[in-house]
Each structure stands twice: as C-alpha cells, then as structure tokens.
C-alpha cells in the first residue's frame, strides 16, 4: 500500500548543544499500526512532535504520503488526528458541541453522529465534558482526533491512568480504524499494549533506534523465548564474603547451559533461555554447589519488557 510516513536521518539539537533527536530514520507502511517506544527523554515526544508538523527539525526529512511540511501543510493536516495524553477540552460544552466544534476545523468531516456512536459516546451526547469519566474523557479525545476523517492517527499514551475495561475499548477503536486502512502512531507505557495493538515498533533510546522490528522477532532477537527468575540466600554453612562477591558475578550463571542473557532487578536474577528443561537442573546443581539455598524460582515466556529491559536497562515506566 506504500509508505504513510518516512523520515530520513532526522535531527533536532536545542540551543546548539542537547541532541534530541540523533540521525533517526522510519518509513511506516499505510495500514498498519507502529508504536514508539523509549525510556523518559529517549527523544520519542521531539520525534512525533517533528513528524505531526508542529516541531521544525534541525535537519532530515520528512514525508507524509510522499508529501513533506513545507509542500502543503494544510492537506497534511487533513490526514492526520491527534490525540495527547492529556487533552484539555471545555468541560462546559456538551459531547457533541465539542465532536462538531472540532468537525468544523476540516473540509470533510465525518458525521458526528458517526463518531459518536463508533466511540459509544451516544448516551453522553448531551452530558457536558465536565460530567464524564475517565475512559469517556479519553474516549472524546480520540473522537476529536477521528472526526476530520484521518488516514493517518497519532495516539500518544492514549490509555494511560485508565482502568482495564476503557482500555479495551480504546484498543477496539484502535483496531477499527486500523482495520478500514487507517494508520496507527502509538506511544505507550504499557508493554502489553504495545504488543497485542503493534504490527511493528521502534525502542528509541538517546534520541537514536537501537532496535526495530515485530514484537515476536524482537523477543526472538533478545536471545531466549523463556526467563528463568529466581532468587537465592546463603545457608548457615555459606560464607557470607564468598557469598555477597558472588551475588554481585553474574558470569556463573551466564555460563549454566541454554542461557542467552542475564540481568539482576534488586535480589532477583533474570536468566532469558532457548530450553528452560536444560537451564533449571544445572542452576538447582549450581546453587547447592555454591552453598546458597534456593528462596524463589519462576519460569515464564519472555515478553517485550525483557527486550526493553535488556536494550536499555530500564523498565518502560521508570522516570
């Protein structure tokens, strides 16, 4: 179907000396919905802000349906819906005052009565914003961003702070747009999200893209398709010198058989496996061995949090 958005060698420096944003280049298929993904000031709000035409880049290019900002912004605008985290409408105008006032902001709207019912924002029609929840706040703010009839849809953390029934329904709206050939831009803090909505994504970390890809191939590129977490003391006969030096080594368990990866999170130890069934009788073997005793130990799939994790040593959610 061809690229909805590309961008080449993208850079943004402030005040000549913080790089944003270093050499990042994407190219987005028409269709399809491609998430964002970065610690806190990886450079993913810079980047989107440059994409969405409200952030002038350094330098690079920009392209929308082959089209940059500067050849006609106004058609551009009309193919894209935005949608923030936090979006500030009047709470003393109705639902529907507020889906028409933003219908008027474009050539070919879509009825109202459309996007409410395609929102399930029909009974709230007459509430004013002030009066809703949560999830139907949220709800209107993509609905504003879904009224000027976008090809393409920039959602940025669009179910943060909300409980697991609303979002589900924003993921119902995600995927019905996606479904009628809309494109999807999404940021989100939430792993799990990101891997049942996403077709592909980017981890940006420094303002570059240290790994792209699917989510399946991404956790298949990490290494292991299983982690091993467990959790070890010292018994009385143990030396606690020997003991407290070798907590601080990972290599002996990076050397058990079948083990791809290892990392520590506080007390637990992270081992991303190929076959957990030949991992876990040399690590119960190593653990006795070294006269620990063995406190915790859980096998599960490894998810995209551990690529995350492994990629940039954070978790998606840490400041």
Not at 160 to 177: E, H, K, N, Y
């Amino acid at each position: 179907m061809g690229s909805s958005i590309e961008c080449t060698n993208l850079r943004k420096t402030y005040d000549g000396k913080v790089e944003a944003v270093r050499g990042l280049s994407l190219q987005i298929e028409a269709g399809e919905c491609f998430g964002l993904l970065g610690p806190n000031g990886a450079g993913k709000t810079t980047t989107i802000e440059i994409l969405e035409g409200l952030l002038a880049p350094t330098s690079g290019e920009v392209r929308i349906f082959g089209h940059t900002w500067n050849d006609n912004p106004r058609q551009l605008r009309e193919w894209i819906g935005i949608s923030l985290q936090e979006t500030r409408l009047s709470e003393k105008l109705s639902v529907r005052e507020t889906i028409e006032l933003f219908a008027s902001f474009y050539r070919e709207p879509r009825p109202a009565a459309d996007i409410l019912e395609e929102l399930q924002l029909t009974e709230k029609a007459d509430a004013w914003v002030g009066k809703l929840s949560g999830g139907q706040k949220q709800r209107l703010a993509v609905a504003t961003a879904l009224v000027g009839n976008p090809r393409i849809l920039f959602l940025d953390e669009p179910t943060t702070g909300l409980d697991p029934q609303s979002r589900r329904q924003l993921w119902d709206i995600v995927r019905a747009f996606q479904q009628k050939g809309g494109t999807v831009l999404l940021t989100t803090h939430y792993m799990d999200e990101a891997e049942r909505l996403c077709d592909r994504l980017a981890i940006v970390d420094h303002g570059q893209i240290i790994a792209e890809g699917t989510p399946s191939d991404l956790i298949d590129r990490m290494g292991g398709h299983h982690v091993v977490e467990f959790q070890v003391s010292k018994t009385a006969n143990g030396n606690a010198d020997h003991d407290n030096r070798d907590k601080d080594n990972l290599d002996r368990w990076r050397s058990l058989p079948s083990v791809e990866s290892v990392r520590r999170e506080d007390s637990t130890v992270c081992l991303s496996v190929r076959e957990p069934h030949l991992t876990i009788p040399a690590l119960l073997d190593a653990v006795t061995n070294d006269g620990h005793q063995l406190e915790h130990l859980s096998t599960r799939q490894a998810s995209l949090e551990d690529v995350f994790v492994l990629l940039t040593g954070r978790h998606l959610r840490e400041d």
